[in-house]
């Protein structure tokens, strides 16, 4: 997996690189027009945003239930990609809405959902940074409750009023559409793995290093 | 028992989700937001704030984001990766 980290990064720079020409390929939406190309990265950005959500809610059940302390690592890691890509989301949404709602910010479930998600991933990653002794066991309960919330955030645009697009829209997106949005979901994948694994290395390098120094000090 | 309390938590979402999807706690009836998206040749008339300059913030945004991200892990990684060098060599 290692090993996979810097190719990774250097095909999905590539990759981004290229994007802005095969997204501007693409056909223009009928009702928005041009800001519509906003989708092709806010979408993977936004799902990967969830996924995060996942991984750091299930590796701190790990830590939670089976004592697992090298999965704690792997949350930390997940809880701050998770803050990056929800502060992409939380601006490239607005962005997008300013010109085809003409509002920056409406407070529907889906928006205020994933708010609420983002700002859970600021206070894990307060709570680990400043919260002392036991901040660890109280951080993973906290990241349980942001992993609830993602079905909800998913499903809130075909349940509640809003004026996001709903889920619908990918599965029935054209062809011409759809290669520039895969494109670019596989090119952020890429990236979000090779970042994941170099952030949960940094962390678990970390613990390696308390633990040398605690080692040092009792000796 | 831990397993079942893990899965009971995850399937509460689920289930509660699944349950709004088949539209059991939407009964007002509400305008709908875009179902599929129709691709057109030209952009449609009526633009009036010039899109490209928001599609470019918007795309400019994230590379700076993640660019930022990727250097301050490196940066991170190096300085422990040294503290823990010297600390592994003066052990020795």
């Known amino acids: ?219 | 028992m831990k397993i079942v309390l893990l899965l009971a938590m995850l399937m509460i979402p689920v289930t509660l989700a699944a349950d709004l999807s088949t539209g059991a706690v939407a009964s007002v009836e509400q305008p709908q937001p875009p179902a599929g998206f129709e691709a057109v040749d030209d952009i449609p008339p009526g633009e009036q704030i010039p899109a490209i300059n928001i599609v470019a913030a918007a795309y400019g945004f994230v590379w700076l984001a993640l660019l930022g991200y990727v250097w301050s892990l490196a940066r991170r990684l190096k300085t422990v990766e040294a503290e823990l060098g010297d600390l592994e060599s003066r052990k020795r």
């Open chain 1, 1 to 219: 997996m290692q090993k996979l980290t810097t190719p990774f990064i250097v095909l999905s720079a590539g990759m981004l690189l290229v994007a802005p020409w095969i997204i501007n390929a693409a056909p223009y939406e009928s009702t928005m027009g041009l800001v519509q190309k906003v989708f092709y990265f806010h979408f993977p950005v936004a799902i990967l945003f969830l996924v995060s959500a996942i991984i750091c809610g299930v590796n701190s059940a790990r830590v939670l239930f089976w004592k697992n302390e090298r999965a704690d690592g792997w949350a930390v890691a997940a809880a701050e990609l998770g803050f990056v890509l929800g502060a992409l989301t939380l601006v490239t949404g607005p962005l997008w809405a300013r010109k085809a709602w003409g509002v920056w910010w409406v407070w529907d479930a889906r928006l205020t959902m994933s708010l609420v998600l983002f700002l859970t991933f600021a206070a894990y990653m307060l709570l680990r940074r400043y919260g002392g002794p036991g901040s660890d066991r109280l951080g993973a309960g906290m990241a349980l409750f942001g992993m609830v919330n993602v079905p909800f955030i998913y499903v809130s645009v075909n349940v509640w009023r809003t004026l996001h697009p709903m889920t619908s829209v990918v599965p029935t997106l054209p062809t011409d559409m759809g290669i520039p949005l895969w494109f670019c979901f596989a090119a952020f994948t890429m990236l979000f793995v090779a970042l994941l694994n170099l952030r949960a290395t940094l962390e678990h390098q970390r613990t390696r290093l308390e633990a040398l120094y605690l080692a040092q000090d009792e000796a």
